[in-house]
Nanobody, 124 residues
Framework: QLGLVESGGGWVSPGGSLRLSCTGS????????IGWFRQAPGKEREMIAS????????DYADSVKGRFTISRDDTVNMVYLQMNTLKPEDTGVYYC?????????????????WGQGTQVTVSS
């Protein structure tokens, strides 16, 4: 089945780290810019990071800037989200979305083809 697939979530203590992965099942991510999004319980989905098709451009929400890093490795068809210094407010389901634009930035309407998400829980 074609689609984006997220992985790497789990439980971590505050201050800990996780690395999330996003891959295209049955298709290449080479032609897409990718965004990471998260949805906390009872809240709307928010965009937290984006990366251009060529990997040269990235952007972050203020809430994660300096703690999270988005990157891509097209040789293995992966986009990553390295999350450091995690806080309880980072808890939520994390999704990746793709855009056909070379760089969609934080234009949320340009993203589609969401995966099923991966749960991240930050708690002591």
């Amino acid at each position: 089945q074609l689609g984006l697939v997220e992985s790497g979530g789990g439980w971590v203590s505050p201050g800990g780290s996780l690395r999330l992965s996003c891959t295209g099942s049955g298709f290449s991510l080479d032609y897409s810019s990718i965004g990471w999004f998260r949805q906390a319980p009872g809240k709307e989905r928010e965009m937290i990071a984006s990366i251009s098709r060529d990997g040269d451009l990235t952007d972050y929400a203020d809430s994660v800037k300096g703690r999270f890093t988005i990157s891509r490795d097209d040789t293995v068809n992966m986009v990553y989200l390295q999350m450091n210094t995690l806080k309880p407010e980072d808890t939520g389901v994390y999704y990746c979305g793709k855009s056909v634009r070379q760089y969609a930035g934080f234009q949320i309407a340009l993203y589609n083809d969401w995966g099923q998400g991966t749960q991240v829980t930050v708690s002591s």
